[in-house]
Structures are given as structure tokens and as C-alpha cells.
């Protein structure tokens, strides 16, 4: 028994000579890299902190940390900024794998207690004139009487002194299912809650940052979005009701037609479910929950050459306020309305679907006679990825190679020129009267 208890006693001097190793080399790299970033900032901003910590379960933070941005006379504090991993020896690993440019599979930082005045140089600028920024800013202060924009100022009026947030972000990466999944959550104190979760759609399996950059894809896998009222809603609307000068429900009735209106000067025509969303989420607080499930990943800059009816179809979006899905979920765009008011119009547009576009063909070994097959529309899901034919009810003519086929809708990459290059179209099935395929 005496030998038991000297070996035992043994292993637990070793580890804990061990875990005291680990935690020296931590807390040193963590100080050098520290003074490195503040020796970096000092151009743009005086940076200071009270001290490191490293905790058993896997966590470094640097706490109570000040900026204050040269340019202006304010300041910002953070409790505590802190690196996360599974435990302390995962923490060790994953600064050996980003050191070796590997990706480590997850990781998360938070700021604890992040504390922002409403006073001073960075929130409490002066306010906006008529006709400042663009078409879709300060939507938030439409109805609100005189004021134009919501800032320090406005806020502090609310009966707010401060910002005061806790923010997590991290990410996990999913080689079985190639998905790198972003996550954000936040809360700030009296004001929202958010919580966001993107998963992004990987090419191929990958284990280091170099790979990551090649293989990920703006295309969408997945989106959970939810903002949560914690008091920002009430403080509001008392607010701009006296500033308009009528109560807080014709305020609100006011408020939700001038957004709408802005938003259809500007080419974006929100149905009446998701105006009624807005609506009650003004009035009643609780949470907006916005989900996206796409049969197949898909490229948010994609969707507005689509209808709005086939974008809800290939996201597989649904929306709910409070629990309550919301039937309707619709809405209209003017693509090029759009892109003229974010000042992007000369980005291009996508083509006619009355026009005919030929992509360019693989080159083909001489010994291979491909030719066209016709087959019935219904099969068309079994021939993703090869060139197709297609001709619609109205007459219009495409060639390019099909994506994807899902509910009834069908995506196909064309060629527009060559200094266009590519566009993806969506097509109902229903409007397409013949189909062939090449091999």
C-alpha cells in the first residue's frame, strides 16, 4: 500500500509540474503577444490592461483592458477578453496547430462586460443632416418626430448611460459534413439580445488555413438567426411618441409605413407578413427568429436574380415572431433599383431569361462521341453537374450545365460572355416543355 501511495503521490507531482510548465509558457507567450498588438495600436489608439489570467478548463484572458482611440476624447474598457478551447492542454494544442498553419476544429473568443459611453467622440457625434448616407440608414428613426438619426444623445434621452455587452464568437469546423459553422452571440444589458449561427459550405475536407481559404465557398449551408427585446423596443417608443407628439400606437403605425415606404422607393417590397412581423415584434418585444435551410448550398449574392417566391423556396426560410411562424414570409425586389441604391449598379446585372446563352463545353477526347439526349423533365434531378438543353413554355432557349433541382425549382450556370462570365438562372420545372442532356 505504501508503494501505491509513493507512485501515486509520484504521478500527481509530476503532472502538476507539468500543468505549472504549461501554464508559465501560456502566460508568457500570451504577455509578449499582448505588448506586441499595444506596441502596434500606439499610431491609432493607447491601449492598456490590468493583467493575464489562465485558467485550468481551457481559458486565457487578458482583463480589464481600456482603448482609447487617439482620434477622438473617449474611451472604452472590457472586462475581459478571453480565448477559449476544451481544456488547457486543447488551449496548448491549438497554438501549436495555428503556429504550423493547421485549423484547429474549434475555437471561441469573448469580451466580457464591454462598457461603451454614450458621450464623447464615438457615439455621441453630431447628428445627421437631410439627405446624409444612404437610402437604407437610419430606418430605425422614421416616425421619431424631428430626430433624424438615433445616437448618444437620443439613446442617453431613453434613459440609457452606457453600453454594456457580453459577445462570444466562435467557430466550429464539421469535416464530416464539410460545414464551417460561425457562431455570435451578444447581449447587451436593457437593450437585445442576438444569437447567430452561419454555416458556410466547404469544397473539400481541410486541415490547415491555406486549404480553408481554397475551400470555402460564400455559399450558404445554413442560418439561425434570433434578436430578443430586452427593453430597447419600450424605451423607444416612449421616445419618439413624444417626439411625434401622438401616441405610442399611431407612432408605431407611422413609424412600420414609413420603413415600408422607404424600402419600396428603394426596390425592396416587404409582403404583409413580414410587415405584420415587424409590426407586432414593435409592439409586443419577445424575439424575431429567422431560419434558412437550403436543399442545396447556395450563394447569397445569387439570390436576387431570382423571385422572391423561388428564393424563399431554395433558402428554405421560415420567420416567426414570438413561436408564431409566419405564414407569409414573402417579398418583391427590383434587382436593379436595389443596386442603384447601394451604389452598386454598375456591378452588372444578371441576363434576360429571354436570351439565349451558351456556355463554353469541355474539350472532348476524339474517341468519345457525346451528343445530346432528350428526357423527360422529371429526371432532369438525376443529371446534376452535366450540360443540359433546355426550352421553356415561353419559347426561350438555355444551355448551360445544371446545379442543382429541388421543390419544383431548377438552377442552371450559363454563360453570358466573356467578359460577363457566368450567371446562375432559376427555372420552375413546370414551365419547362423539352430537356437534353449531354454524354
Known amino acids: 500500500m505504501r508503494k501505491?501511495?509513493?507512485?501515486?503521490g509520484v504521478i500527481l507531482a509530476v503532472l502538476t509540474l507539468m500543468a505549472g510548465g504549461v501554464w508559465g509558457y501560456l502566460w508568457y507567450n500570451t504577455q509578449q503577444q499582448v505588448a506586441q498588438l499595444i506596441t502596434m495600436a500606439k499610431p491609432f489608439a493607447e491601449i492598456s490592461y490590468s493583467g493575464i489570467d489562465i485558467s485550468p478548463g481551457g481559458a486565457i484572458a487578458v482583463n480589464r483592458v481600456r482603448i482609447a482611440p487617439n482620434f477622438v476624447t473617449d474611451s472604452m474598457t472590457i472586462g475581459a477578453i478571453q480565448v477559449s478551447a476544451r481544456n488547457i492542454l486543447a488551449l496548448l494544442n491549438v497554438r501549436r496547430q495555428i503556429s504550423q498553419g493547421k485549423l484547429p476544429e474549434a475555437l471561441a473568443i469573448s469580451f466580457r462586460q464591454f462598457e461603451l459611453p454614450l458621450h464623447g467622440g464615438i457615439l455621441g457625434g453630431k447628428p445627421t443632416v437631410p439627405g446624409a448616407g444612404g437610402?437604407?440608414?437610419?430606418?430605425e428613426a422614421l416616425g421619431c418626430g424631428p430626430i433624424l438619426h438615433l445616437g448618444g444623445t437620443e439613446w442617453q434621452a431613453m434613459g440609457y448611460e452606457q453600453f454594456i455587452s457580453n459577445v462570444d464568437i466562435g467557430y466550429r469546423l464539421d469535416l464530416a459534413h464539410q460545414?464551417?459553422?460561425?457562431?455570435?452571440?451578444?447581449?447587451?444589458?436593457?437593450?437585445a439580445t442576438v444569437n447567430l449561427e452561419i454555416g458556410f459550405a466547404l469544397t473539400a475536407a481541410t486541415t490547415s488555413i491555406m486549404e480553408l481559404s481554397g475551400a470555402l465557398t460564400p455559399k450558404l449551408a445554413k442560418l439561425d438567426f434570433v434578436i430578443r427585446d430586452d427593453g430597447f423596443n419600450a424605451r423607444r417608443n416612449n421616445y419618439c411618441a413624444a417626439k411625434a407628439g401622438e401616441p405610442i400606437p399611431d407612432y408605431i403605425t407611422d413609424h412600420v409605413r414609413l420603413v415600408v415606404e422607404r424600402l419600396r422607393a428603394n426596390g425592396i417590397d416587404p409582403g404583409p407578413g413580414l410587415i405584420d412581423a415587424y409590426r407586432r415584434y414593435l409592439t409586443e418585444g419577445g424575439e424575431i427568429t429567422i431560419t434558412a435551410t437550403p436543399p442545396a448550398p447556395i450563394n447569397p449574392a445569387e439570390i436576387p436574380s431570382y423571385t422572391a417566391a423561388d428564393a424563399i423556396i431554395l433558402l428554405g426560410l421560415k420567420v416567426k415572431v414570438n413561436q408564431t411562424v409566419i405564414a407569409d414570409p414573402g417579398v418583391e425586389w427590383d434587382a436593379a433599383k436595389v443596386a442603384r441604391a447601394l451604389g452598386i449598379a454598375a456591378a452588372g446585372q444578371a441576363p434576360p431569361e429571354e436570351t439565349e446563352a451558351i456556355p463554353e463545353e469541355p474539350q472532348q477526347p476524339a474517341v468519345i462521341q457525346r451528343a445530346y439526349h432528350p428526357i423527360p423533365v422529371g429526371e432532369l434531378g438525376q443529371h446534376a453537374g452535366k450540360i443540359v438543353k433546355l426550352r421553356t413554355s415561353t419559347g426561350a432557349n438555355y444551355k448551360g450545365q445544371l446545379e442543382v433541382v429541388a421543390e419544383g425549382l431548377l438552377r442552371i450556370k450559363i454563360s453570358v460572355s466573356k467578359s460577363r462570365g457566368n450567371a446562375t438562372l432559376s427555372l420552375r420545372t413546370n414551365d419547362i416543355t423539352a430537356a437534353e442532356v449531354l454524354y
Open 179 to 191: 460545414v464551417l459553422s460561425l457562431q455570435v452571440d451578444s447581449q447587451t444589458r436593457d437593450w
Open 4 to 8: 501505491l501511495i509513493t507512485v501515486v
Open 135 to 139: 437610402p437604407f440608414d437610419n430606418l
